[in-house]
């Protein structure tokens, strides 16, 4: 939920800052802010080893993607859109994330849909339709919409390439993601004659990087990830466009087009139902051996400990290498990095 509402202020607040700045360097800004965040905040803790299993050689390719299009195409994308789309509505059109996510994770990775959920994704496709149309444009289509639309594309991307990630520290992999891909936007746009704003401008950026778009929303995100799977993280953050709307309207004096209106409750039905989705049958866990941050008061973590292996965080967590046996059970789940099995069609 917090996720939610922090990622619903990033169309809004973001459009505060244009003008102040080219639009390439509030983009480097904006992930540096999430970078710098998040590595203050992995500096800050202690006995991190402890707790979180680092990204390895295996994940690299991963964190190559998510840096790409999470932390490049996607934040230059939206603030090249953002002017030529009302702040509410842009935010609404946000919720196509949803859908992208949940489609790649179904067609590339396999995670089971339900009929429900697909029916929650009709809905949402339905109301982006209405708030991209616009008859005085080419085509019939507002491109500043379409902008938007493929923002979210990139973050489903970035979403299902950070779900291969979620076991892994997630500090680290915010703080490389954005200071990397800060880092190369920032060049882009010195090389393009842009300048750095003042330092206000350029501390609110960052502030709104670290907050909203990746640093803290990041963080929270890949640890949802890790418990839910790509797909169902994408569905509960369905909710985030709402608080985006209503940040949108207290900040900003224009209205939406009048298609905003019809779109909203169609908008409203699909997170609905993306959000209260369940899922439950028997299901085989195959031998592994892995490493992750781990409780042992679930299901799957009834492994001995070694002599070795770091002791247990107030909060009953710890990470090391640990063995699964095979197991076939039935319970509610997601799919997590426990739960990515077949479903029968």
Request: hydrophobic content about 50%; charged content about 10%; aromatic content about 6%.
């Amino acid at each position: 939920m917090i996720t939610a509402v922090l990622i619903g202020g990033s169309a809004p607040f973001t459009k505060l800052l244009i003008g102040g700045t080219g639009p390439l360097a509030l983009a480097a800004l904006v992930s540096l802010g999430s970078g710098a965040g998040a590595l203050l905040f992995s500096l800050a803790g202690t006995r991190r080893s402890h707790m979180e299993a680092p990204p390895g050689r295996k994940e690299i390719p991963w964190l190559i993607g998510v840096t790409i299009f999470g932390g490049i195409l996607a934040p230059v994308t939206l603030i090249q859109s953002l002017p030529g789309t009302p702040a509410a509505t842009a935010a609404l059109l946000l919720n196509f994330e949803a859908v992208a996510t949940t489609l790649i994770a179904a067609a590339v990775f396999r995670e089971s849909v339900s009929r429900r959920v697909w029916i929650a994704l009709g809905c949402i496709t339905a109301s982006c339709i209405l708030l991209t149309r616009d008859p005085a444009a080419g085509f019939g289509l507002s491109l500043p919409a379409l902008g938007v639309l493929l923002t979210c594309l990139f973050w489903a991307v970035d979403n299902n390439m950070g779900q291969r990630l979620s076991a892994k520290d997630p500090l680290i992999i915010i703080s490389v993601k954005g200071l990397v891909a800060g880092t190369i936007t920032l060049i882009f746009a010195l090389a393009a004659g842009e300048h750095l704003p003042d330092p206000a401008t350029a501390a609110a950026a960052m502030a709104v990087g670290f907050l909203c778009y990746g640093g803290l929303t990041s963080i929270l995100f890949l640890l949802a990830l890790r418990g839910i799977g790509a797909a169902r993280a994408g569905s509960l953050l369905a909710i985030s466009p709402f608080f985006g709307v209503l940040f949108s309207l207290a900040l900003f004096a224009e209205l939406p087009a009048g298609a905003f209106y019809a779109a909203l409750p169609v908008m409203a039905a699909g997170a609905w139902l993306l959000v209260s989705e369940e899922h439950a049958h028997l299901h085989r866990h195959p031998p592994v051996v892995h490493e992750h941050r781990h409780r042992h008061d679930d299901l799957h973590h009834d492994h001995p400990h070694a002599t070795g292996d770091p002791p247990l965080s107030p909060s009953g967590e710890h990470s090391h290498l640990h063995e699964h046996g095979e197991i076939v059970h039935e319970h509610p789940h997601q799919p997590d990095i426990h739960h990515r099995h077949p479903h029968r069609r």
